[in-house]
């Protein structure tokens, strides 16, 4: 029944599906300092920690769009691959050798990750229509949250960075089983499409998918960079001061800023059923342009102001994000909606390659009071797009 209870059954798999995928996207990022000193790793090196995860999930769901993956096999299917297969590389990360191999199997997460997200999105549309803003929120909630859980660990225990992470690929494929055991298809799911590889390209035909494209890079260009940096910018700031735990607390900010995202996601995607898509995405991307510009002179505030910040920037961070995947699920062809979808994600994790690099190499010229500024023209040029 679309919208009824089993549709919110379902929904609920499918997001716990995406909570446990989601675990080894910063497995590495939230233990970093322990990585870096481990290695020798200079800040630019530990970049890449995170970057090769955004550049494989680029390559990934390249390959996937241009494959039509989404629409040829059950998308249940290629969502459990997707976490089977980030499960693996996380857990060979742990046994490499030298810093290039490391970065290798990140970069292999990444790739297997873009199996998780975009198919997670049309299994949820396959279940909702009317709802479709609120459900898709919830999903990025989830997605939010599985982000957020390496940072938590990370702050909360001893343990060394390589469990860390084997812990991480463990909830990995803990959701892997749950989508392909559980998770069943929507009754708006479509029957299997027929190879084009023409479709990727005429996401950009309709003018409501290409604005809620660009909409969406400008969101993307600050996500990631401050997803990626901001528990490095807290954690400067407490060492300024010479906190003895200011590798803890910024640990501790870094969860609560992306754990916050749940929240702004979720009451964004019920918000955006009544008010408008557009309207939502809009007052949200003001705020979080409103946060970034703020971490100039949060950074000598004490550490409650910028758990403060922290929590408002990561509420309203994302929550645009699952309303502009909403308006090109809206506007795009149902047939080739997972296609769709994949084009959107794809490019714009492409874009936050770019700003998650600028953001730390302005962090190593001026240091990281400034270094959010340069993505700040992100969220104000989203909002033209709306």
């Known amino acids: 029944m679309v919208n009824g209870p089993q549709a919110w ?6 997001g716990l599906a995406e909570l446990l995928g989601m675990a080894p996207w910063f497995s590495a990022s939230a233990v970093s300092s322990s ?12 970049a890449w920690l995170t970057m090769a995860v955004q550049g494989g999930f680029v390559a990934g769901t390249l390959v996937a769009a241009l494959l039509n993956l989404s629409d040829l096999v059950n998308p249940r299917w290629v969502f459990g691959i997707g976490c089977f297969g980030a499960a693996a590389a996380n857990a060979l990360v742990t046994a490499a050798p030298s810093p290039v191999e490391a ?12 199996l998780v997200y975009p198919p997670g999105m049309k299994i949820v549309a396959g279940w909702f229509s009317t709802r479709r803003g609120a459900a898709l929120g919830i999903l990025v909630a989830s997605l939010t949250l599985g982000k957020a859980v390496p940072y938590l660990l990370a702050a909360i225990t001893g ?3 390589r469990s860390m992470m084997l812990l991480s690929s463990v909830l990995a494929a803990a959701g892997g089983l749950v989508a392909i055991i559980t998770v069943k298809d929507g009754p708006l799911a479509t029957a299997a499409a027929a190879f084009d590889p023409r479709a990727a390209f005429r996401v950009f035909s309709r003018r409501g998918t290409r604005l809620g494209v660009l909409g969406y ?49 979720g ?9 408008g898509r557009a309207n939502v995405a809009a007052w949200a991307m003001m705020v979080s342009a409103t946060c970034c510009a703020l971490t100039v002179p949060a950074f000598h505030a004490p550490f409650g102001v910028l758990l403060l910040l922290a929590a408002v920037w990561g509420v309203s961070v994302v929550a645009d994000s699952a309303q502009f995947s909403a308006i090109v699920s809206e506007t795009t062809d149902d047939e080739y909606l997972g296609t769709a979808l994949t ?12 700003s998650i690099r600028l953001t730390s190499a302005v962090a190593e010229w001026v240091g990281w009071q400034w270094a959010f500024l340069v993505v700040l023209p992100g969220p104000i040029l989203g909002v033209q797009a709306t």
């Open 159 to 161: 343990g060394t960075w």
């Open 35 to 46: 990585i870096v000193a481990e290695y020798h790793l200079t800040t630019a090196q530990a």
């Open 267 to 275: 009451a964004a995607g019920f918000s955006a059923d009544r008010r």
């Open 9 to 14: 059954r379902m929904l609920a798999l499918v």
């Open 343 to 354: 084009v959107q994600t794809c490019l714009g994790f492409l874009l936050t390659m770019v």
């Open 217 to 265: 890079l400008g969101h993307m260009w600050e996500l990631y960079a401050m997803w990626t940096w901001f528990g490095v910018y807290v954690t400067a700031a407490m060492a300024a001061r010479r906190a003895e735990t200011a590798g803890r607390l910024g640990s501790l900010a870094a969860f609560a800023a992306i754990g916050a995202g749940a929240i702004g996601a």
């Open 103 to 114: 970065v290798a199997w990140r970069f292999a997460t990444g790739t297997a990750l873009a």
